[in-house]
């Protein structure tokens, strides 16, 4: 499930199949490597006559020399926007790990969208001595100061959704999405499905919902465009919604958008995130538009699998399905992992994603 950094991989089939029994055989390999490292940190605990062994700090840049934690791990597993069902999968994922794992707590602090919030909370979690931290901030700015927080305590921390750098611009060790590529899927689909339309070009536009200060927004948007520009041999005139990732406000936005051009007959709709596609989505349809005049390529599959699964005919025809689950499988194993080796946090780890639509999803989502 790793990927070596700036290394170039040809990923394995992100089905589900594959997709489980990728994990499945990775944590096997962990698992053994786990109870070795217990087993290390056990006897330096008897040639040392103590009773515990120092977590020191584990970092990635080698800020202190790594070592091995015995007994019970706790992981800070904060996030941005809590609220939003894929953040509920993932910290659903992260508790399951850690119970598949065994002597493993995690402890879930929701974010909000307040970065003042996630300082606070910071401070909360490091005067809780907790072993490890994993976040997807409310905002990439803080990145800097985060991390130096997590430095400064001497503990190990992963980011998660959302890329962050220190101050001089070192990466965050990172676990998720590569989010160029995904939005180039998004936007190749997109493309397919514009191609199999016919429609008249002079009548047609894209409709992009997105946090445009999310640097992994913006990579999304610019692989989007890539992608389609790619399989529809241009790229059509771009309505750009900047929002808060929400439904509500991609709602909000695209209901002024489709007022604001009256002559666009039909609309090509993707966005950063689900919340976001299947709002803009939603406020087409609402002002009357058929969802035969609208390809809505979502981004997560969460929510646009809801029209799927209750038969309903929708603008929503494909989605690029990210497991949040699988995220948080994949970072608690990844954290725990470490500490029981003694080793460096990989800088940067990648979950399999697969396109779906109508007809696929449930072979490929366990569930809706």
């Not at 493993?104 to 005067?127: C, F, H, K, W, Y």
């Not at 990210?322 to 003694?342: C, F």
């Amino acid at each position: 499930m790793r990927s070596a950094p700036h290394a170039a991989q040809t990923p394995p089939s992100p089905c589900r199949t594959s997709h489980r029994s990728l994990r499945e055989t990775q944590m096997t390999i962990n698992r053994h490597r786990l109870h070795l490292g217990v087993l290390a940190a056990s006897a330096v605990m008897a040639l040392a006559g103590c009773g515990a062994v120092d977590t020191g700090a584990l970092t990635s840049d080698g800020g202190s020399d790594p070592v091995q934690k015995s007994g019970e791990i706790t992981i800070a597993y904060m996030q941005k926007q809590g609220d939003q069902q894929y953040f509920v999968d993932e910290a659903t994922g992260a508790k399951e790990e850690a119970e598949e794992l065994g002597d493993v707590e995690i402890r879930v602090v929701d974010l909000g969208t307040d970065s003042n919030e996630a300082i606070s909370q910071m401070n909360a979690m490091i005067a809780q001595q907790v072993d490890a931290i994993v976040i997807i901030v409310p905002d990439q700015k803080i990145g800097p100061q985060v991390i130096d927080m997590a430095r400064e305590a001497g503990i190990p921390l992963l980011a998660s959704a959302d890329p962050i750098e220190d101050g001089s611009g070192e990466p965050a060790p990172f676990v998720g999405f590569d989010s160029v590529a995904m939005g180039t899927q998004v936007g190749q689909k997109a493309g397919e499905l514009f191609v199999e339309s016919g429609w008249d070009t002079s009548h047609t536009k894209i409709m992009a919902a997105y946090s445009e200060g999310l640097t992994s927004c913006q990579d999304r948007q610019k692989g989007a465009e890539a992608g389609f520009k790619e399989k529809a041999g241009e790229l059509l005139p771009i309505v750009t919604l900047g929002t808060d990732n929400s439904n509500v406000d991609a709602q909000n936005k695209a209901a002024a958008a489709v007022t604001a051009n009256p002559d666009v007959e039909n609309w090509v709709v993707w966005g950063c995130n689900d919340e976001s596609e299947t709002g803009v989505v939603t406020a087409l349809e609402n002002a009357g538009i058929s969802p035969d005049n609208i390809i809505g390529v979502g981004l997560g599959a969460y929510l646009t699998c809801k029209d799927w699964q209750a038969g309903v005919k929708s603008g929503n025809k494909a989605a690029l399905y990210i497991s949040g689950n699988e995220v948080g499988h994949t970072a608690v194993n990844t954290v725990v992992t470490a500490l029981r080796d003694g080793t460096p946090l990989p800088e940067n780890t990648q979950v399999p994603t697969k396109m779906v639509d109508a007809e696929t999803w449930e072979q490929e989502m366990s569930s809706c």
